[in-house]
């Protein structure tokens, strides 16, 4: 177990160790802890959590440090770095024994050779394990196999009370749910046992171009439920602009299309849904599927890919500030809210993907995650970044133009029934909490008078009440 100090030790390893742990990636909300735990165990976190109760102070656990509105921030308490905790082994039974603070990369780059995988992948595998548990997790399988969290077939996790526990669904079982989604607001998550199954050796990806959103959804949902072979099932929305389809397409022409039938004055922005399969499936080799499908005649491109490059992310965007935000559209309301919403962001410079994801909620498991009511659900995901070459006046006049743009789309989901997927840069407060959980915030509540009595966990949430009113 390694411990730093903000005031006290001034070496170079203490100060890098507490100004990371005073930052996310989302550069919106700042705050250094008194100190930073490196734990060996959970037995470490016990003890800091009996102190914590003791002396008063809160504690947030920190991944990878990919949250974008300080989730993973203890000012003035502590911040425990999971990444000490990152041990890989592959199980008997096609299973994977990881430590939280290993991310994806590491646990595919063990279990890819064996011809394995997890069921569901983050679009981005830097993610951490017990992080993406820990908000639920959606990838490009998620329509197929529901939230990420649900390959957890056990967690170890170290309550609020300071008990180590073992969860699954026979043992602590009301737990084992609450963690999943649950933003760590009842134990942090140490270990999980993640379930496997066959990988593809290779894959194919088709990408596929829409003028109209309602065409795109219709297919979307087609494709999610009734497509057996299909691996991964996403969708991008981007401007109607020739560099965007000469990067997504290749040059107009080349494929047999043209730009033509898509006039920007009448479709300003497009949509590009990406159906992948196994190399070898006969949906890949034929593509015979596409003929049931409404995209533009000829707007399509194939792409396949190795096992070694299932395993690459994208680089990460190393702008100075990320408000991003997610959210959980309804099907019955999401043509109206997808096109609003494309004319209410700056989609020529958005800095970042505006990614839509698939969601069948009866294929989810039982979890904290809330999900809104409707039998099919599109998660719209806009990963913003703020322009690094803005003077810091101007950077900060985007920043909050951005912030209030995310909370007008929130208040428009809500509208219609939607709901935020909490991971963005909404920073919602208890109300919100209230709201957004309705019918399941009763038990909530009592899941953390029991597990964590004294709301010292995951201040960064901003869920209930801080740790210090729970002592009065």
């Known amino acids: 177990m390694s411990i730093y100090f903000s005031d006290t030790d001034c070496k170079a390893e203490s100060i890098e160790a507490i100004a990371d742990a005073s930052r996310d990636y989302g550069g919106i909300e700042f705050g ?45 308490g502590v911040v425990v770095d999971m990444r000490s905790l990152a041990k890989v082994e592959l199980c008997a039974g096609n299973a994977l024994d990881v430590g939280a603070g290993a991310d994806w990369a590491s646990a595919l780059s063990h279990v890819l050779p064996c011809g394995l995988w997890p069921p569901v992948l983050p679009n ?36 609020g009370c300071g008990e180590v526990l073992i969860c699954s669904a026979d043992q602590n079982p ?17 270990r999980a046992r993640i379930s496997l199954v066959p ?92 003929s049931d499908l409404q995209y533009i005649p000829g707007a399509s491109r194939t792409e396949e890919l190795s096992g070694e490059e299932i395993a690459l992310s994208p680089p990460v965007n190393r702008a100075p500030a990320h408000p991003w935000v997610d959210l959980l559209i309804p099907r019955r309301g999401a043509a109206p809210f997808l096109r609003d919403a494309m004319a209410l962001l700056p989609m020529d410079d958005i800095g970042g993907p505006v990614l839509l994801y698939p969601i069948l909620p009866e294929r989810t498991r039982a979890s904290s995650c809330r999900l809104p009511e409707d039998d099919f659900v599109v998660l719209l995901s806009v990963s913003r970044a703020i322009d690094p070459t803005l003077d810091p006046r101007r950077r900060q006049q985007e920043l909050s133009a951005a912030l209030e743009q995310n909370r007008e789309l929130y208040r428009r989901c809500r509208r219609i029934g939607g709901l935020s997927y909490p991971i ?36 960064g949430q901003h869920m209930f009440s801080n740790f210090s009113d729970a002592k009065h």
């Open 199 to 290: 990988a593809p050796s290779r894959l194919r990806s088709f990408h596929l171009l829409y003028a109209e959103v309602e065409e795109f959804l219709e297919d979307f949902e087609r494709l999610a439920r009734s497509d057996s072979e299909l691996r991964g099932l996403r969708g991008l929305a981007i401007p109607n602009r020739g560099d965007y389809l000469a990067f997504f397409l290749g040059p107009a022409g080349s494929s047999g299309w043209s730009p033509r039938g898509v006039p920007p004055h009448r479709f300003p922005h497009l949509f590009l849904m990406t159906a992948t399969y196994g190399g070898d499936e006969p949906a890949a080799i034929s593509g015979g599927f596409l």
């Open 124 to 159: 981005y595998l830097g993610l951490s394990i017990g992080g993406t548990v820990s908000v639920g997790g959606i990838g490009e399988a998620t329509f197929r196999h529901g939230f990420i969290s649900g390959a957890a077939s056990s967690l170890e996790a170290v309550t």
């Open 174 to 190: 009301e737990l084992f749910a609450a963690l999943q989604g649950g933003l760590g607001q009842f134990a942090m998550i140490t």
């Open 424 to 459: 963005g840069s909404l920073g919602l407060q208890p109300e919100d909490w209230r709201d957004h959980f309705g019918a399941q915030w009763q038990r909530l509540q009592e899941l953390k008078e029991r597990y964590d009595p004294d709301r010292i966990l995951a201040p």
């Open 32 to 76: 250094a802890p008194r100190s930073v735990l490196r734990p060996e165990s959970a037995g470490d976190l016990a003890v800091l959590i009996a102190a914590a109760r003791r002396e008063g102070f809160a504690v947030a656990a920190r991944g990878r440090g990919h949250s974008v509105r300080g989730q993973s921030l203890a000012p003035g």
